[in-house]
């Protein structure tokens, strides 16, 4: 799946679970959910180093996907074009690393 599809299916996606609600996500709503998610990430990676027992890799691999969920819609809220914003920031590290 390309990035602009995926950006899509998340788009409706959210947007109907906002139907569900029958409440829209706001911007400040998917932000927070958002942070919420990274943080559980961070728990993870703790949890990892100091922790190692409790260390549980699915619930990484899970939290990075919700992260990535939110930040896409997030992206869609504001009319960010993912794909092409992408594609310009891999450009930029490319020519500063000279890659």
């Known amino acids: 799946m ?3 599809s995926f950006q ?5 996606l959210f947007n109907k679970i906002s ?5 829209k996500h706001t911007k400040e709503e ?10 559980e ?7 990892k180093k100091i922790k190692r027992k409790k260390f549980d890799i699915k619930n ?4 990075i996907s919700d992260s990535i969920l939110f930040l896409t819609y997030l992206a ?6 993912l794909d092409k914003s992408l594609k310009n ?3 930029k590290l490319k020519t500063k690393f000279k890659i």
């Open 60 to 63: 990484l691999e899970e939290e």
């Open 41 to 47: 990430i961070a728990r993870q990676l703790i949890n």
């Open 8 to 12: 899509k299916e998340v788009e409706e």
């Open 19 to 23: 139907k569900r609600r029958k409440n």
């Open 76 to 81: 869609s809220l504001h009319k960010i074009n």
């Open 30 to 39: 998917i932000f927070i959910h958002l942070v919420e998610e990274i943080g």
């Open 2 to 4: 390309d990035i602009k």
């Open 89 to 91: 920031e891999i450009k």
